[in-house]
């Protein structure tokens, strides 16, 4: 399994347009790129941070691709909320011990 972390810092006011595109995103990545699913957190201020889960890297390098065409409507709803996206991490993941289906 394959794994990145992103850092996003999101624009003053629009903290729940950047959550509800992310979300939205990350539904997209789900349904149609092989994603695995994502956990987004909130740090201090405008400061979010992403951990996707991916089933190899070659899946994730070709997952924009695999988007239907109304997912640059969302993207760019995102863009217009952030001021910054950094990807932090790239990583394989070793072992696992998350609760699957912690958070409803």
């Known amino acids: 399994m394959f794994s990145v ?5 999101a624009k003053e006011g629009f903290e729940e347009s950047f959550e509800s595109a992310w979300k ?3 539904i997209l990545f789900l ?3 092989g994603g ?3 956990r987004l ?3 201090e201020g405008n400061q979010y941070i992403a951990y996707a889960q991916w089933p190899d890297e070659e899946t994730w390098e070709v997952a924009n691709s695999k988007l239907p065409d109304d997912a640059s409507k969302i993207r760019e709803a995102m863009r ?3 001021e910054k996206i ?3 991490y790239k ?3 070793v072992d696992d011990l998350l609760v699957k289906n912690a958070i409803d």
Do not use: M, P, R, W
């Open 5 to 9: 972390i992103y850092s996003f810092q």
């Open 24 to 26: 939205e995103l990350t």
């Open 31 to 33: 349904d149609f790129a």
């Open 36 to 38: 695995l699913g994502s």
């Open 41 to 43: 957190h909130k740090s």
């Open 80 to 82: 217009n909320a952030i």
């Open 86 to 88: 950094e990807i932090l």
């Open 91 to 93: 990583l394989n993941v």
